[in-house]
């Protein structure tokens, strides 16, 4: 059975650091391309960030770049998500998700991943 599990999501101040992980069993992460997005309240979710499976490139939104960093441990089958220098703009319930359509900014979209997990929620407040 294909399972994405997120955690490490909490309350942090603006300018504080948090990890993501994403635990995935039923297959490997080798064989997909795995990342994250996020959804806020009231908004759609948008990409954040991805990693081929191709050759370990990585993809990160604008809004994210230099202060995120996307990571994967074959050993334990985990992608990690890096935050740091938190703002209360990445608010948000982070999702990981797998595909295998391609990790760039114009194929890392909700339509084309293949499962989801259900999320972990980042608060970014003082």
């Known amino acids: 059975q294909v399972q994405l599990v997120e955690s490490g999501g909490g309350l942090v101040q603006p300018g504080g650091s948090l990890r993501l992980s994403c635990a995935a069993s039923?297959?490997?992460?080798?064989?997909?391309?795995i990342g994250w997005f996020r959804q806020a309240p009231g908004k759609q979710r948008e990409p954040i960030s991805c990693?081929?499976?191709?050759?370990?490139?990585?993809w990160y939104a604008d809004a994210v770049e230099d202060r995120f960093t996307i990571t994967k441990d074959r050993v334990k089958n985990t992608v990690y998500l890096e935050m740091t220098k938190l703002k209360p703009t990445d608010t948000a319930r982070y999702y990981c998700?797998?595909?295998?359509?391609?990790?760039?900014?114009?194929?890392?979209?909700?339509?084309?991943?293949?499962?989801w997990g259900e999320g972990t929620l980042v608060s970014v407040s003082s």
């Open positions: 998700a797998r595909s295998v359509s391609e990790c760039s900014v114009y194929r890392w979209v909700p339509g084309n991943m293949l499962s």
């Open positions: 039923g297959f490997r992460l080798g064989f997909y391309d």
């Open positions: 990693l081929s499976r191709v050759d370990d490139s990585t």
